[in-house]
């Protein structure tokens, strides 16, 4: 099974700042790698997809990077709509698919 | 609009069975691999089974933990998923959401908004 790992748990950030995240795969996932956006009480949604894709709707400040074992979403200017739990998943070993723990991005 | 929605959470007593189902619409289901993941309070997003399309033979995958007792199949022709969830256990309490799967893509690009189903006694 492949292990994703996030960093930081939270991340404190004021409106209009950066943010970066970071997920890492305990073995390669090639670009097989998405991120996805929940908001309390939420489903979650996807953001990324291929690493470094947007899905629909997402707005370009969002992007992401990274490929084999090492990603990064970065937000680069924070609003009030993006504070949330981001969670990072593999799709390349499956099954299982396998998420990390999240990173909670909230108002610094 | 595209969407899907859960129904058939609910209260259940350890050791017994719920059928979950996901209704999907404004796409052709029947084009997409399906899933359920599941989310415990508090906790993070687990992934449970999933069912591809009947073009590749609707074959299924489930995570070690439901194995033996959760199934998932499909009703193309009603735009339905279902996950049966045989011998409950309280560690099964979540919140279940259903998912799309893009056939080759393997991520999740569409999501329910999710059903409680609380195991206890």
């Known amino acids: 099974e492949t292990v994703m790992t996030q960093s930081p748990a939270t991340l404190s950030v004021s409106p209009g700042e950066r943010a970066t995240l970071s997920c890492r795969a305990s073995q390669s996932v090639s670009s097989n790698l998405a991120w996805y956006q929940q908001k309390p009480g939420q489903a979650p949604r996807l953001v990324i997809y291929g690493a470094s894709t947007r899905a629909t709707g997402i707005p370009a400040r969002f992007s992401g990077s990274g490929s084999g074992t090492e990603f990064t979403l970065t937000i680069s200017s924070l609003q009030s709509e993006d504070f949330a739990v981001y969670y990072c998943q593999q799709y390349n070993n499956w099954p299982p698919w396998t998420f990390g723990q999240g990173t909670k991005v909230e108002i610094k | 609009e595209v969407q899907l929605v859960e129904s058939g959470g609910g209260l259940v007593q350890p050791g017994r069975s719920l059928r979950l189902s996901c209704t999907a619409s404004?796409?052709?289901?029947?084009?997409?691999?399906m899933s359920w993941f599941r989310q415990a309070p508090g906790k993070g997003l687990e992934w449970v089974i999933f069912?591809?399309?009947?073009?590749?033979?609707?074959?299924?995958e489930y995570a070690a933990s439901v194995k033996g007792r959760f199934t998932i199949s499909r009703d193309d022709s009603k735009s339905i998923a279902y996950l049966q969830m045989n011998s409950l256990k309280t560690e099964d309490t979540a919140v279940y959401y259903c998912?799309?799967?893009?056939?080759?893509?393997?991520?999740?690009?569409?999501w329910g908004r999710g059903t409680l189903v609380t195991v206890s006694s």
């Open positions: 998912t799309r799967v893009p056939e080759h893509g393997w991520y999740f690009d569409l």
């Open positions: 069912i591809r399309s009947k073009a590749y033979g609707e074959t299924t």
């Open positions: 404004g796409f052709t289901f029947g084009d997409y691999a």
